[in-house]
């Protein structure tokens, strides 16, 4: 407003065509406005169904598995119960084109993670499988053809879930493993890539709770990778700052760690980004008693009480973060229970997020992946349920009270 006053009083010499052109301008740029926002909440009405038919489905990612320019659709399933894992090649427009097995083996698959493990330029798979399956990573060979590359941890860890970071910074992805098992008798692992793609040296054992995700971050910005372990039974959650080397006594030690959230937490997933545009990494938690919370970080390196998205009574069961509406503002993604999913959309104060919900009821989301599968520029959102058909939701941007 302020610049638009300073123009008037300096325009009784400026001819009424250049006057019109500078309130045309002004007035494009209002109207341009009012377009961004009216068109800043994207809808997710149109769906594909993945499958024909429900199962125990425990999570989804999207690549490029076969070198064709276009994002596939891994699913991983079982959980507790033996399932094969399924490959969806996508064509570009939004359609799969072809679906296959990733293998002949029926395992209890709890995540299938993407990354370049032996450096060949083509994404691999390591699938977290718990007990008594191996966890492999499987190599591919551009074409989204998928062999045994590698075992990596133990068969008997009650593993959920696992996440990716180079965490001793060679160059080679490696593998963290958040294990589920009974208080006082189980903790995490690192597991790390020999350069070939290939885990066969002992895994580092740290964090010693149950968890069922980790996520890699980094909180102090000394550019080694941090962890953000949330505890999944009861009990306090934490970050475990990176160290100069890895060694169970140096880096992820208990003695370094530093809390977050409440010391009674029952947290399924945490995950980290800047909601409120402090240049500080916060967490966002879903935990099945306490609902979704948002945890500031501090210059300290400490952590802010919680602010409460959104309660427990529709028990909140996965998490993803991605920028949705294309303002460069992360927004939160969470699913439930027998409950459609929700998208908190962000302002970027981290104080005000806008609930908007999308899918149906039926069955329990189990993960969450984002990508722009029908490549129509805005962000599509893959679901993965267990006791319910897997979903692709396209995002779809239209203006709001316009034909």
Request: aromatic share 8%; net charge negative; hydrophobic share 35%.
């Given at each position: 407003?302020?610049?638009?006053?300073?123009?008037?009083?300096?325009?009784?010499?400026?001819?009424?065509?250049?006057?019109?052109?500078?309130?045309?301008?002004?007035?494009?740029?209002?109207?341009?406005?009012?377009?961004?926002?009216?068109?800043?909440?994207?809808?997710?009405?149109?769906a594909l169904l993945l499958e024909a038919?429900?199962?125990?489905?425990?999570?989804?990612?999207?690549?490029?598995?076969?070198?064709?320019?276009?994002?596939?659709?891994?699913?991983?399933?079982?959980?507790?119960?033996?399932?094969?894992?399924?490959?969806?090649?996508?064509?570009?427009?939004?359609?799969?084109?072809?679906?296959?097995?990733?293998?002949?083996?029926?395992?209890?698959?709890?995540?299938?993670?993407?990354?370049?493990?032996?450096?060949?330029?083509?994404?691999?798979?390591?699938?977290?499988?718990?007990?008594?399956?191996?966890?492999?990573?499987?190599?591919?060979?551009?074409?989204?053809?998928?062999?045994?590359?590698?075992?990596?941890?133990?068969?008997?860890?009650?593993?959920?879930?696992?996440?990716?970071?180079?965490i001793n910074a060679d160059g080679f992805?490696?593998?963290?493993?958040?294990?589920?098992?009974?208080?006082?008798?189980?903790?995490?692992?690192?597991?790390?890539?020999?350069?070939?793609?290939?885990?066969?040296?002992?895994?580092?054992?740290?964090?010693?709770?149950?968890?069922?995700?980790?996520?890699?971050?980094?909180?102090?910005?000394?550019?080694?990778?941090?962890?953000?372990?949330?505890?999944?039974?009861?009990?306090?959650?934490?970050?475990?700052?990176?160290?100069?080397?890895?060694?169970?006594?140096?880096?992820?030690?208990?003695?370094?760690?530093?809390?977050?959230?409440?010391?009674?937490?029952?947290?399924?997933?945490?995950?980290?980004?800047?909601?409120?545009?402090?240049?500080?990494?916060?967490?966002?938690?879903?935990?099945?008693?306490?609902?979704?919370?948002?945890?500031?970080?501090?210059?300290?390196?400490?952590?802010?009480?919680?602010?409460?998205?959104?309660?427990?009574?529709?028990?909140?069961?996965?998490?993803?973060?991605?920028?949705?509406?294309?303002?460069?503002?992360?927004?939160?993604?969470?699913?439930?229970?027998?409950?459609?999913?929700?998208?908190?959309?962000?302002?970027?104060?981290?104080?005000?997020?806008?609930?908007?919900?999308?899918?149906?009821?039926?069955?329990?989301?189990?993960?969450?992946?984002?990508?722009?599968?029908?490549?129509?520029?805005?962000?599509?959102?893959?679901?993965?349920?267990?006791?319910?058909?897997?979903?692709?939701?396209?995002?779809?941007?239209?203006?709001?009270?316009?034909?």
């Amino acid at each position: 407003m302020k610049t638009y006053l300073f123009i008037v009083c300096i325009v009784s010499t400026i001819t009424q065509g250049v006057l019109a052109q500078k309130n045309s301008a002004v007035s494009n740029h209002k109207q341009e406005k009012e377009e961004k926002h009216i068109t800043s909440f994207p809808n997710f009405d149109h769906a594909l169904l993945l499958e024909a038919r429900s199962d125990t489905t425990a999570n989804v990612s999207l690549g490029d598995l076969d070198g064709d320019g276009h994002l596939d659709i891994l699913l991983i399933k079982g959980r507790h119960w033996p399932i094969v894992d399924r490959i969806l090649l996508g064509d570009g427009s939004g359609r799969i084109r072809k679906a296959y097995n990733l293998s002949n083996i029926s395992d209890r698959s709890y995540t299938g993670a993407l990354a370049d493990f032996n450096g060949d330029g083509f994404l691999d798979i390591a699938v977290s499988n718990d007990n008594p399956d191996r966890k492999l990573v499987y190599l591919n060979d551009g074409k989204g053809n998928f062999t045994i590359g590698s075992e990596f941890g133990l068969s008997e860890w009650p593993t959920r879930n696992l996440s990716i970071a180079d965490i001793n910074a060679d160059g080679f992805p490696d593998i963290i493993l958040a294990n589920r098992g009974d208080l006082g008798k189980t903790s995490n692992d690192i597991c790390l890539n020999n350069g070939k793609g290939q885990f066969n040296a002992d895994c580092i054992s740290f964090a010693p709770y149950p968890a069922t995700t980790i996520s890699p971050a980094d909180f102090n910005k000394d550019g080694v990778v941090d962890l953000i372990v949330p505890h999944r039974d009861s009990g306090q959650s934490y970050i475990y700052p990176g160290g100069p080397n890895i060694g169970p006594d140096i880096a992820y030690s208990d003695s370094r760690r530093i809390p977050f959230g409440p010391a009674d937490a029952t947290i399924r997933v945490a995950a980290a980004a800047d909601f409120n545009g402090d240049s500080l990494l916060d967490i966002v938690t879903v935990d099945e008693n306490k609902g979704v919370n948002l945890y500031f970080g501090q210059k300290d390196q400490s952590f802010s009480a919680g602010i409460s998205l959104a309660d427990a009574k529709i028990v909140p069961y996965a998490l993803t973060i991605a920028d949705l509406n294309n303002d460069q503002k992360p927004d939160i993604i969470v699913g439930h229970i027998e409950a459609p999913s929700t998208i908190f959309f962000n302002d970027g104060t981290g104080q005000h997020f806008k609930p908007v919900s999308f899918g149906d009821s039926k069955g329990t989301v189990y993960g969450f992946a984002i990508g722009d599968f029908n490549e129509d520029g805005t962000p599509d959102i893959a679901v993965a349920r267990s006791d319910a058909r897997n979903v692709l939701y396209f995002g779809n941007i239209k203006p709001k009270n316009r034909k």
